[in-house]
């Protein structure tokens, strides 16, 4: 039993939903020989932990344009009872710039979304990793955040900078399609040019900066929770970039606080 919780639930019984969602994304790109990587906080978890972070409730995977969009495709022709991909295609008021993978046998509901026609299961955030040009890296992260946030106040959602509603309030008439259509352009500008640099355009976190392209197609397997699940080769390189000593504990005041977003849940 952990010490930590979520919603009165145990933080194991979500980990435990949560491990059988990476597991079914990991059987898919085995066998369809798509690119994937585990991100962020779950490297470290990896590497630190060889599984969970025990307070942390989420896994974090990402994948090549490339890919995640044949990830997208292959999800949308192959429909499943247990599990749901998530993103603004499969559901068009879906508000992120990246897509989740949801487990059909819970309950999940997060509050900036409670009242959106969507699926609200358990999930794992799946983000692509865009080609970019360093020289205008910023201006294609402001224009898919741009666009993702005239999508939210479509959606009936304010902003808390008064300013920036009142820019977004008038492309808010357009349609979700085309909404949807220039959030994906944005981020995949330069989708057709091989470029040495990468970044996760479609959640900018942690500083925005280049990423060499090879640390998400160099990777190598790694023990999590006692799954093979594949991670940078250069993790240690990427994760200090990116967190500085993420080896090092943080202190227990500043990691307890868990999922206070999350209004209904069952698992």
Not at 137 to 155: M, P, R
Not at 217 to 222: A, F, G, Q, V, W
Not at 255 to 264: F, G, L, M
Request: aromatic fraction near 16%.
């Amino acid at each position: 039993m952990s010490k930590y919780k979520v919603c009165g639930y145990d933080m194991k019984v979500l980990h435990q939903r949560q491990l059988e969602i990476a597991i079914e994304i990991d059987r898919i790109c085995r066998e369809q020989g798509f690119k994937y990587s585990l991100y962020g906080g779950s490297v470290i978890g990896a590497v630190r932990h060889n599984g969970f972070i025990p307070w942390d409730h989420d896994i974090d995977i990402c994948m090549p344009r490339k890919d995640y969009q044949k990830f997208l495709e292959y999800c949308a022709k192959h429909p499943s009872e247990k599990f749901f991909f998530s993103n603004y295609f499969s559901e068009p008021k879906y508000p992120n710039n990246w897509g989740k993978m949801r487990h059909e046998e819970t309950v999940f509901v997060e509050k900036e979304l409670a009242n959106l026609p969507l699926h609200h299961g358990v999930f794992i955030d799946v983000h692509p990793i865009d080609n970019i040009n360093p020289l205008f890296l910023k201006t294609q992260v402001v224009l898919a955040s741009f666009w993702a946030c005239v999508h939210h106040i479509k959606t009936g959602r304010s902003h808390p900078n008064r300013i920036k509603q009142f820019c977004y309030t008038p492309f808010s008439w357009l349609p979700y399609k085309f909404i949807n259509k220039c959030r994906d352009c944005a981020m995949r500008v330069f989708e057709n040019y091989n470029t040495k640099f990468v970044y996760k355009v479609a959640h900018p976190n942690n500083g925005v900066y280049p990423i060499p392209r090879n640390t998400f197609e160099d990777l190598i397997e790694h023990d999590f929770e006692g799954y093979m699940f594949f991670i940078p080769r250069n993790y240690d390189e990427f994760l200090r970039k990116r967190y500085g000593n993420y080896m090092q504990f943080p202190p227990e005041s500043e990691v307890y606080d868990c999922c206070t977003s999350i209004v209904e849940c069952k698992l």
